[in-house]
């Protein structure tokens, strides 16, 4: 067995971004350890220093997880290049990186983390993890065009074809709509598909964290029996990080919108 953690899992248990953004900035020559270069796939031994963009990374001891309502026009990235990053923007005073992506046009509920874990497990297509939006579109909505969303729609620059899903009319041009998977600019592009135009997107539901009332650019902890019950529907995803307490924490790339 080989010793040491992999330089892009260290990082992402460290609290500092998700492995992928990880092996990025290996990549770009950001990241060091005792002095050298990482490269892809360098391992991190006990007693390594690690530094990232300059500074010298130290675990996060406290498990942090949080609810944000991101508002059009910030970027879910931590990329500091990105001025709109989401980071940035909701200024937590902990290192913490968001869950996924929801693109810069639409709004709605993000979940930020340190906890490298729980990244891995929910962004895993194969999980099954319902993510709920609602919709408008710029024309009137056709019974054919919601029976073509629940359906499964070709996705052809992907070369996929989409879960079949559930649809719900709310009025005249908005409809809800529940994910278990998420392509890049996914409800975007099935829309698209039927000649229709999103207007208006906002993700109000991932797995059983509501956005509820919450004011956008705000956020809020998932803690409690939130967060207990996000443990259980968990449970059958692989490896999740046992919490330290029982009332939960203080405080391909996806992007469905």
Known sequence: MEEGIRINKFLSEA???SRREADRQVEAGNVTIDGSVAKQGSRVKPGQAVFF???????????ILIAVHKPVG????AEKREKDNIVDFVHYPKRIYPIGRLDKDSSGLILMTNMGGIVNQMMRAANMHEREYVVTVNRPLSDSFLRGLSGGVPLEELGVMTR????????KREFRIILTQGYNRQIRRMCEYFGYRVERLQRIRIMNIM??????????PVEGAEYRELKRRMAGSGSFPAH????GPNGRKTTNG
């Open 15 to 17: 609290g500092v971004c």
């Open 53 to 63: 963009q300059g500074k010298e990374v130290a675990k996060e001891e406290e498990e």
């Open 74 to 77: 910030i970027v879910c990235t």
């Open 164 to 171: 079949k899903c559930t649809v719900e009319r709310l009025g």
């Open 211 to 220: 956005l509820g009332d919450l004011k956008p650019g705000a956020y809020r």
């Open 244 to 247: 330290g307490k029982k009332e």
